[in-house]
């Protein structure tokens, strides 16, 4: 009897709506593919309406009766992320928001107001626009880790990157604040008698469009070490256990159940003390509040 969930393991989702950020491309994608293949309404939140509606007519190549939506974000401006949620406050209930979009290593970039992309776009839009919704969603709020926030330091001394920008530790640090944010979103969604509950989720190593920023040299290994690493559509089942598990409870984290979390089904996955650190995370939300201009009031 094999243990692990996979896309296999999601039930029918008819009847329910699904928020995805980032649904255009890699476990968005994949993501939205098997929710809406299962019956469910799944509203594409992205950037750019070009290629989500390219996405849309893909999946339905496979799901004739796919029910997709489009909903522009930019989780880099806050202004974009404050005009998106009043449209989606504006329309039907959400069951599950998953929050998958995010950067990887870019070049040194801002945010709109000015934050390094990775921490900006990975946290504080996610943050936010969470903080907006989430009275709207009923179910699940999902929130997308990595491994990556294992080697994490929290450091809000140069949230611009102007003295200095080392784009691995930044990551880092982005995926750190998504645990810590779920973590302390769960626990303030419980003292609320919410019946909305927060859970994490990694895809292990993933092949996505995230590796695009990878030197060049270990972008050309890639289909060598390919075997040994998730697909994307493999990467998304942390995701999709997240978003629909039976058995998932608040506060759980799930990730690939192989070596090293890499590769594999999922099921639990563990995430580090300073992750779990109640206190780390009670700052963490009290300068995101600040540094977004959005308290979301729990």
Request: aromatic share 6%; hydrophobic share 40%; glycine share 10%.
């Amino acid at each position: 009897m094999r243990s692990g969930f996979t896309a296999d393991d999601v039930g029918a989702q008819t009847g329910r709506r699904f928020l995805v950020t980032g649904a255009n491309a890699g476990l968005g994608f994949e993501t939205t593919k098997i929710l809406a293949a299962r019956g469910g309404h799944v509203v594409l939140a992205c950037r750019d309406q070009a290629r989500a509606e390219e996405v849309m007519n893909r999946i339905r190549v496979d799901v004739p009766k796919a029910d997709l939506s489009f909903q522009p974000l930019d989780l880099a401006d806050l202004d974009q992320v404050r005009d998106a949620a009043k449209a989606v406050l504006a329309g039907p209930r959400i069951d599950v928001l998953i929050n998958n979009a995010g950067v990887m290593i870019p070049p040194r970039t801002l945010t709109k107001e000015g934050y390094e992309l990775q921490f900006g776009v990975n946290h504080l839009g996610t943050f936010a626009f969470t903080g907006l919704v989430h009275p709207h969603v009923t179910d699940r709020i999902v929130i997308t880790a990595s491994l990556a926030h294992k080697s994490g330091e929290m450091d809000y001394s140069d949230l611009d990157a102007s003295r200095s920008y080392h784009k691995w530790p930044r990551y880092q640090m982005s995926k750190l604040a998504n645990l810590l944010h779920m973590f302390e979103l769960d626990r303030r969604l419980g003292a609320a008698a919410r019946a909305t509950q927060a859970i994490g989720c990694h895809p292990g190593v993933a092949l996505t469009e995230l590796t695009r920023h990878l030197p060049l040299p270990l972008r050309s290994m890639t289909p060598l070490a390919a075997p040994f690493f998730n697909s994307a559509a493999q990467g998304a089942w942390p995701t999709l256990q997240a978003a629909t598990g039976a058995h998932v409870q608040g506060g759980d984290y799930l990730g690939p159940q192989g070596l090293g979390e890499v590769s594999g089904r999922s099921g639990p996955a563990r995430a580090t003390r300073d992750a779990r650190d109640p206190k780390l995370a009670r700052e963490l939300w009290e300068r995101s509040v600040d540094l977004t201009g959005i308290d979301p009031g729990l």
